[in-house]
């Protein structure tokens, strides 16, 4: 749950919202409008990937194009185990 939460931080929100409204067309492309390197970029959108918020899709030649899959995410996070009350069979 941390590494999901850290993901989600405000700047990898804006990178969502960025690969959505302006659709790169490769890493490269999006590390020039976001300033971020390409590095860095990859290793983010491989994390998300894994959680299902995007999706790496061939481009041109050897290039990736980053496609955000989902425009909202709902957790649901248990903070206490239910108990099974006496004489209940579920």
Known sequence: ????????SASNRALLR???E???Q????LSRITGRATPNLSRTLKAMAGYGLVR??????LKL???VVCDRVEL????????KAK???K
Do not use: Y
């Not at 749950?1 to 989600?8: K, P, T």
């Not at 996070?77 to 108990?83: A, D, Q, S, T």
């Open 26 to 29: 490769s890493l490269d492309e």
């Open 18 to 20: 960025i690969i959505h």
């Open 87 to 89: 004489g209940s069979r």
């Open 76 to 83: 649901v996070l248990p903070l206490i185990e239910r108990r």
């Open 56 to 61: 790496m899709e061939k481009g041109k030649g």
């Open 1 to 8: 749950m941390e590494s999901f939460a850290r993901l989600l």
């Open 65 to 67: 194009v980053p496609k």
């Open 22 to 24: 302006q659709e790169p």
